[in-house]
């Protein structure tokens, strides 16, 4: 059953640490997402990559965050320094888009990462 | 991007047919509605997607007039596993489908 893989499940750190998140998506998915879920934001997009190219990254203070896919089976998401404030559950989402009229768009989810920050 | 507005909560009773309406008033031409549900702990999962008329698969059915402005979720008889949140977005066809998520309503069902 092909699905999403997201470590760390969970992370407490203390602020001004690095964090590395990791995600693999489903094995021939193009497009991979991370979004960031809060209760008082819900879920925000922070960037996302098709072929490997990020194409929007509008989502993320860049001044600490990054997001790179090294290989097609590998995606990261880095906070450096960490803040109280970036405390909350990142999903990583992977989906295929062939370049047809009408493809699904469907976005397969994984289990999050739940980072605290302190 | 097309901004969704739909109810915050919802209440139903076990059997019940729901229906949740999201409006989209300025939806583009290329633009697709798609439906997700998040329980909690879970990421989101893909429930249903339409770009005109209705759209039907095992667990739901989508309806979306001519004018494409709005869109309604039919669950048939919902069951006390139906609780969670449902999100209506619109899909931007181009550039890989920069999918944007709203607030969501809480569909709360009840024995």
């Known amino acids: 059953d092909a699905r999403v893989t997201q470590t760390p499940r969970h992370k407490v750190t203390e602020m001004g640490q690095e964090v590395t998140m990791r995600c693999q998506p489903i094995?021939?998915?193009?497009?991979v997402f991370w979004y960031r879920q809060t209760m008082m934001q819900g879920l925000e997009l922070l960037a996302y990559?098709?072929?490997?190219?990020?194409?929007?990254d509008s989502g993320m203070p860049k001044d600490r965050f990054s997001a790179e896919m090294p290989d097609a089976t590998l995606a990261t998401l880095k906070i450096q320094p960490s803040e109280p404030r970036d405390s909350a559950v990142y999903f990583c989402?992977?989906?295929?888009?062939?370049?047809?009229?009408?493809?699904?768009?469907?976005?397969?989810f994984g289990e999050g990462s739940r980072l605290t920050v302190l | 991007l097309a901004k969704t507005t739909q109810p915050i909560s919802m209440d139903s009773y076990e059997g019940q047919e729901v229906n949740i309406t999201c409006s989209h008033n300025?939806?583009?031409?290329?633009?697709?509605i798609t439906w997700y549900q998040q329980f909690p702990s879970q990421g989101p999962r893909f429930i249903i997607q339409?770009?005109?008329t209705k759209v039907t698969n095992e667990v739901a059915s989508l309806f979306i007039p001519a004018d494409r402005k709005s869109s309604t979720l039919s669950l048939p008889r919902v069951s006390l596993s139906d609780t969670a949140v449902y999100y209506c977005?619109?899909?931007?066809?181009?550039?890989?489908?920069?999918?944007?998520f709203g607030a969501g309503t809480r569909l709360f069902v009840k024995a």
């Open positions: 300025n939806i583009a031409t290329n633009d697709y």
């Open positions: 989402a992977s989906g295929l888009v062939t370049g047809k009229f009408r493809d699904t768009g469907e976005l397969f």
């Open positions: 977005l619109v899909v931007f066809d181009t550039g890989g489908f920069k999918t944007i």
């Open positions: 339409g770009y005109k």
């Open positions: 094995l021939g998915h193009n497009t």
């Open positions: 990559f098709r072929n490997r190219a990020p194409l929007d």
